[in-house]
């Protein structure tokens, strides 16, 4: 087992270089056409700063004047790739095992909203079954997370935040990569019959939150994902 364990870390090791993600646009739409993306690729590490909403900070995300229309209750796809130039067969190193989510957080303009603050909501999360992990199906989908917009939630505009957590670090504190960019969208047709119960980013994480600091190679068959529930209508 210490074995195993060794060659995971040493893998995870060397292929650090290769192993960060950008979310890079939403419903087959073109590279940074309504999604902030950055030019690096790196991760952000501390769950404190204005950084974890949306990216930022030592990753400069894009300004972008577009804002995507999506109908309430219909699929969107988030496309993933290691940078921005990279085909379906580059999303993140295998090792980068995680968590995959996404947020949604109503706001007055989304072409200008910071995301920072309250408001945010959890629609998806993709975790671990007890063998595969959400990055896993990631990977094996060409870097495609596919969610679905609540039907119940008001009209307007919105931003979307796309998660990816690496885990292969996460057994020190700041440990574990987090991977996120935020897209901006007008979602029409929503019935608003609910109101979801939000979140501040940051403020949901901690460092020390069970799904944060986490041993990858201890064997571990379940893993709860930080963060408030999913909602659902």
């Known amino acids: 087992m210490k074995f195993s364990a060794t060659l995971a870390l040493a893998?995870?090791?060397?292929?650090?270089?290769?192993?960060?993600?950008?979310f890079v646009s939403l419903n087959g739409g073109a590279v940074g056409d309504g999604v902030?993306?950055?030019?690096?690729?790196?991760?952000?590490?501390?769950?404190?700063?204005?950084?974890?909403?949306?990216?930022?900070?030592?990753?400069?995300?894009?300004?972008?004047?577009?804002?995507?229309?999506?109908?309430?209750?219909?699929?969107?796809?988030?496309?993933?790739?290691?940078t921005l130039t990279s085909g379906s067969d580059d999303v993140i190193d295998a090792s980068h095992k995680g968590p995959v989510m996404a947020y949604l957080k109503k706001v007055s303009d989304a072409k200008t909203d910071s995301g920072v603050g309250t408001g945010w909501f959890k629609i998806a999360e993709d975790g671990f079954d007890g063998s595969k992990w959400g990055v896993d199906r990631l990977i094996a989908n060409q870097g495609v997370q596919t969610i679905t917009i609540p039907k119940c939630i008001a009209p307007g505009q919105y931003l979307l935040r796309g998660e990816l957590i690496a885990l292969h670090a996460a057994s020190s504190a700041k440990g574990a990569q987090f991977y996120m960019e935020c897209a901006q969208l007008n979602i029409v047709g929503g019935s608003a019959d609910k109101t979801p119960a939000?979140?501040?980013?940051?403020?949901?994480?901690?460092?020390?939150?069970?799904?944060?600091?986490?041993?990858?190679?201890?064997?571990?068959?379940?893993?709860?994902?930080?963060?408030?529930?999913?909602?659902?209508?």
């Open 198 to 233: 939000s979140v501040s980013l940051p403020g949901a994480y901690t460092a020390t939150d069970p799904g944060i600091l986490y041993n990858l190679y201890n064997g571990q068959k379940t893993y709860t994902a930080p963060g408030p529930s999913v909602f659902t209508c």
């Open 36 to 82: 902030r993306v950055p030019s690096y690729d790196g991760p952000i590490q501390d769950v404190t700063s204005n950084d974890i909403v949306c990216n930022g900070g030592p990753n400069p995300t894009t300004k972008t004047n577009t804002v995507i229309t999506v109908q309430a209750g219909s699929q969107a796809t988030l496309t993933w790739r290691h």
């Open 11 to 22: 893998a995870a090791a060397a292929s650090f270089a290769s192993a960060h993600t950008i």
